[in-house]
């Protein structure tokens, strides 16, 4: 973690192992960090840097999270990886609500700010 005001490093965000390979901040207040990768998504809450829950069981064990995003209200979350799954999570339960398969691995997804539509590239 950077601190861009003060020009200096505050601390290692602590996830687990494997490779990070994408970070979202909450749509609330920035309270949480959403960090997806090999390992999964944990989600670190900001007044700590740890992680705080692991959002598991939505995507297969060797998979490669490659894309996070939140609802705007920040109770939702959307995750795409590297074998083409894209996932809706239900953040406040932690567990996974529904699962789409692409042709392609995923490289982003997004929330249609102010509404329930979401665009996947794959």
């Known amino acids: 973690v950077w601190g861009v005001e003060a020009d200096s490093y505050i601390?290692?965000?602590s996830f687990g192992a494997g490779l990070a390979t994408c970070a979202e901040w909450s749509p609330v207040a920035g309270e949480t960090i959403a960090v997806g990768g090999s390992g999964g998504i944990a989600l670190c809450?900001?007044?700590s840097w740890n992680a705080e829950a692991v959002l598991s069981g939505g995507h297969a064990r060797n998979a490669v999270v490659t894309a996070l995003d939140w609802s705007p209200s920040g109770r939702y979350?959307?995750?795409?990886?590297n074998e083409g799954i894209v996932v809706l999570w239900d953040v406040f339960q932690k567990e996974s609500l529904d699962r789409w398969k692409f042709d392609?691995?995923?490289q982003k997804v997004r929330w249609l700010p102010k509404s329930n539509h979401a665009i996947v590239l794959d």
């Open 77 to 81: 979350m959307l995750s795409g990886d």
């Open 104 to 106: 392609h691995p995923i």
């Open 11 to 13: 601390c290692e965000l």
């Open 45 to 47: 809450k900001r007044d």
